[in-house]
Structure formats: structure tokens, C-alpha cells
């Protein structure tokens, strides 16, 4: 007897059977078996399409995903960047501020002592030479004491000459920053005395005319820029009207 192949459970039956013996389905022609063979068909391509489209799914949610964190961790670096860029940037003016508050203090404690300093100025037009002798002590505490003698000399246009000899002394504060010197005068603070003259007519015009002047230029001129600092000299850098001059003290005492 011819063997055929059941339709449903795909064992081998004998042909002209109306049920199948292992499955209890009814058989069908052939006619019957092909549609329902095809239908069994198209249900596994379904199936297997359907499964394709569930791991295709898949992968484009993980792809997706995957995107998200690329997108969410460049950011974040992004923004560590920027703020690490940032947090040198702080770090590094905070320790170039630290840089020059340490060389400052560091030039306040050399600087104190007691300095000799001697200057001379010259006006060929109004006759005028002063010559400035003094010394200059910087505490510890920050405090500064200006002592000199200086000397007036007037000469007019017919050869006179006349001298007028003033003392100084000047008691004020002083600081030092990015190596500059600050001086802090105070008016009240600033004696200018005539020890001796030759001309009291003269004398009176400077003392009322320009000893006024001389201290007020002794309060706005108040910094000199530190060039040179050791255990024998200081040298500075002074600037008076757009002008600059340099200064060299020469160390007393500590």
C-alpha cells in the first residue's frame, strides 16, 4: 500500500485514510493538501519575517541607545573639558597672584632697614639747582621715616646767587606691590623747615611758593618701581610727568 506523508504531523500514513492515526486530523485531497501546505508556508514566512522585523527592531533600538550615550558622554566631556580648561586657568592666576605676594613679601623684608639716597635737580631756565641728601627707614611694622637736607640754590640773570638750606622729615606708611613701593604721606605728617639763608626775601617766596608744592608732590608721586633690591643697594624706577628717572639707594643699616 502506497505511504503517504500527513499534511499536519508529517508522519508516514497509509494512503485513503480520512483521519490521521497519529493526530486525529482529518485528510484532505490533494488539492487540500497543497492550500493548506501553502498556508503552513506563508505562516512560517510570516513568522520568520516577523522575527527579522523584531531583531531588526532590536538593533536600531540599540543603535539608537547607543547614539544617546555617544551624544550624552561627549557632552560631558565636552563640559569637563571646558571646565577643567577653566579650573587650570583659576589654578594658574591663583598661583601667579601667590607667585607675586610671595616675591613682594619676600622684597618687604629685604627692604627693611635704613637707605641713604642723594639726588640733584637742575632748571637751566629759572636758575634753579636743588640738591637732596637724606636716608630713608622702612620698618618691619610698615612704617617709613624720611629724613634729609636739602639745598636751594638760586642764581639770576645778573650772576646773583643765593642758597636756602631746608630740612626734611616725613613720617608715613609704605607697602609693596607687584614690586612697586607705595608710599602713603600724609600733609600733617610732613615738616619742611628753613635752617639757614642768605636771602630771607627769597626764602620767604620759596617757603610760601614752592614748599607747598614740594609736599604735595611727595603725596600724588608716591610709588617707585623696585629694579634692583640686595644687602647694598636699592634701585628704583620713578616716573614724574611722563618722564622716567632711575634712583639708587645705598643701604645704612638693617
Known amino acids: 500500500m502506497k505511504m503517504i506523508e500527513c499534511p499536519y504531523c508529517a508522519e508516514k500514513i497509509e494512503e485513503g485514510l480520512k483521519n490521521c492515526p497519529i493526530c486525529q486530523e482529518p485528510l484532505t485531497t490533494t488539492e487540500e493538501k497543497t492550500a493548506v501546505l501553502e498556508t503552513k508556508n506563508k505562516m512560517q514566512e510570516r513568522n520568520n519575517a516577523g522575527k527579522k522585523s523584531s531583531s531588526n527592531n532590536i538593533y536600531i533600538a540599540i543603535a539608537v541607545i547607543v547614539v544617546l550615550l555617544l ?42 632697614g635704613t637707605w641713604s639716597y642723594s639726588h640733584t635737580e637742575e632748571s637751566e631756565e629759572d636758575g634753579i639747582i636743588i640738591s ?16 634729609g ?23 608715613g606708611l609704605y607697602g609693596i606691590k607687584k614690586s612697586i ?6 600733609l600733617n605728617n610732613i615738616a619742611i623747615e628753613l635752617v639757614q639763608t642768605d636771602n630771607y626775601e627769597l626764602s620767604n617766596l620759596f617757603t610760601q611758593h614752592y614748599i607747598p608744592q614740594l609736599k604735595q608732590e611727595m603725596i600724588v ?30 643701604r645704612v643699616t638693617n
Open 221 to 250: 608721586n608716591n610709588k617707585e618701581k623696585i629694579i634692583e633690591l640686595n644687602n647694598k643697594y636699592l634701585k628704583v624706577e620713578t616716573e614724574f610727568e611722563g618722564k622716567k628717572d632711575t634712583e639708587t639707594y645705598v
Open 149 to 171: 637736607i636739602f639745598l636751594i640754590t638760586y642764581i639770576d640773570e645778573e650772576g646773583y646767587q643765593c642758597n636756602l638750606k631746608y630740612k626734611l622729615k616725613a613720617q
Open 132 to 147: 637732596l641728601n637724606g636716608t630713608t627707614k622702612f620698618s618691619v611694622s610698615g612704617n617709613i621715616t624720611t629724613e
Open 181 to 186: 613701593i607705595i608710599y602713603d604721606y600724609n
Open 71 to 112: 551624544s550624552i558622554l561627549i557632552f560631558k566631556s565636552g563640559n569637563t573639558h571646558t571646565n577643567t580648561k577653566k579650573d587650570l586657568n583659576e589654578f594658574s592666576i591663583q598661583k601667579n597672584n601667590e607667585a607675586i605676594i610671595n616675591k613682594d613679601q619676600g622684597l618687604k623684608e629685604k627692604i627693611v
